[in-house]
């Protein structure tokens, strides 16, 4: 099993662009979410997804689009990127909402919004 | 919604030591717990989780964590630290109710010197 994959690993932006950062798992879990990193503030939920089909709102969703059309992807779109959206972002996923089980996180994506 | 502080930022030890890393929780209902670790570059790794019972918690490479409901925290401890454990620790929060949200505090980087 290839895990949490992310792509791409490193992105530059200029304000106003959009882009999709990619997230895959192949371990046929029905949660995935979407966290982002920011010094000193941790990591913060921005979308999640439930099942195929099945998305709602985390922490800090503004500025953010999520579908999940598939039980192995789940795009996360910046529809017009801002400075603030420089951060690392990371994708999870977990079997299911059962506490007992264990979240996979991606390698993360590097963002940097000029 | 439930919150987490680490108190420390930094933690800086030396090879051998013992280690502890503080971690507080804010809760109104009863709440899952959980530390993970990140290596430089790399997403997160669960190293253990408290959902019930037994309020000392072992996980893996070493380290432990005790719940004290009382006192609203689950530190994390190590009796003897490797060069290897140097990296970011999270702390993070879940309550029963609404488990989709993990709440995660800003982060503790443990570095450990020869």
């Known amino acids: 099993n290839a895990g949490v994959t992310q792509t791409p690993k490193f992105q530059v932006l200029k304000t106003g662009q959009s882009m999709t950062l990619q997230c895959a798992q192949d371990?046929?879990?029905?949660?995935m979410s979407w966290y982002r990193q920011d010094p000193g503030m941790g990591l913060r939920l921005i979308h999640y997804s439930v099942g195929a089909g099945i998305t709602d709102q985390g922490e800090v969703p503004n500025g953010y689009n999520v579908s999940r059309s598939t039980t192995e992807d789940f795009p996360l779109r910046l529809l017009s990127a801002a400075p603030s959206q420089t951060s690392v972002y990371f994708c999870?996923?977990?079997?299911?909402?059962?506490?007992?089980?264990?979240?996979?996180f991606g390698p993360g994506t590097r963002l940097t919004v000029l | 919604a439930q919150s987490v502080t680490q108190l420390d930022s930094q933690v800086p030890v030396f090879e051998e030591a013992p280690v502890e890393l503080r971690c507080n929780y804010s809760s109104s209902v009863s709440v899952y717990l959980f530390w993970y670790v990140q290596y430089p570059n790399q997403g997160l790794q669960l190293l253990l989780k408290y959902l019930s019972g037994s309020t000392l918690v072992k996980g893996i490479n070493g380290f432990e964590a005790e719940f004290n409901k009382s006192q609203t925290s689950f530190h994390l401890r190590k009796p003897s630290v490797h060069i290897s454990d140097t990296a970011e620790y999270f702390c993070a929060v879940s309550d029963l109710r609404n488990n989709n949200d993990m709440r995660f505090g800003a982060g503790t980087r443990l570095t450990v010197k020869p």
């Open positions: 371990m046929n879990h029905e949660y």
């Open positions: 999870a996923s977990r079997r299911n909402l059962a506490p007992d089980n264990e979240q996979f």
